[in-house]
Each structure stands twice: as C-alpha cells, then as structure tokens.
C-alpha cells in the first residue's frame, strides 16, 4: 500500500534536508558536550538524553536519499512532540529558558516555537518532495 499526500513539490532544493540534518545534528551535539550540562540535578535530562540518539538518526537519515522520507516523518513527530512539551511546561509554569533543547543556549518559549515550527515545515517539505516509488510492471 502507497500513502500519497494530497500535495506535491516537484523539485525541492537539496539545501533544505541538508541544513534540517545539520541543525539537528547540532542539536544533539551541543547536549552533548555543553559543560557540565547533564551533571547535577536537571528536570530536562530525561526528554534531553531521549532526543539525542533521535536527532542523530534524524540527521543520517535526512543525509541519505533512500531514508529521507522516514527521516523527515520522524523529524516531524519529534518537533510536534517537542512543541507539546515545551507548550504543557510553559503553560503549567516552568521555566522553558534553560531546558536544553540546544545544550547551553537559553532561548524563550516563542523563540522555542519559532524554531520547532519551523523544523516542522521544513520537515513535511521534504516528505512532500520525495519521489514514488517505481511501480513494478506486474502490480
């Protein structure tokens, strides 16, 4: 069974899956090796330690061609995911600045969002630019 997307994008620029892998490359870099960052007592470290391993797949996959679907899907979720987080801790009064998303940069919720609503849409370019399938003569 082939899933088709109501729409399409006939040609998308590579430049758009190359720098979404390389900011979530870079996101999962800075958590690792920020200063000090995963020692002591942090509410974040959980999610945090969860999405390193999510991100760096995320970054190989949208590198190569034959996985970058799967990739931006995965992509995708991750950032919807993230914004539900980020949107129920802001919303229940935590503090959003120093939770990690990007290792030791503080950044406000709507600065979170932008950049979440933007590796989204970026996200659901690149899996609406990937190309079909071959269809096999005897299907």
């Not at 399409?8 to 430049?15: H, V």
């Not at 390193?52 to 034959?66: H, Y």
């Not at 970058?68 to 949107?87: C, P, Q, S, Y």
């Not at 935590?94 to 590796?119: K, N, Q, W």
Request: overall charge positive; glycine content about 10%; aromatic content about 8%.
């Amino acid at each position: 069974m082939i899933v088709r997307l109501p729409w399409k994008i006939r040609k998308l620029p590579n430049a758009i899956p190359s720098a979404v892998a390389i900011t979530f490359f870079t996101s999962a870099v800075l958590k690792v090796f920020s200063g000090g960052y995963l020692c002591g007592p942090n509410p974040w470290e959980g999610a945090n330690l969860a999405m390193i391993p999510l991100e760096l797949a995320v970054a190989v996959m949208l590198g190569r061609p034959k996985m970058r679907e799967f990739g931006a899907l995965l992509g995708g979720a991750a950032m919807a995911g993230a914004g539900a987080l980020l949107t129920w801790a802001h919303l229940t009064g935590r503090d959003v600045r120093r939770c990690g998303c990007f290792g030791p940069i503080e950044m406000s919720y709507g600065v979170h969002m932008a950049v979440i609503a933007v590796l989204f849409v970026l996200c659901a370019l690149t899996l609406s630019a990937v190309e079909d399938p071959p269809v096999s003569a005897g299907a």
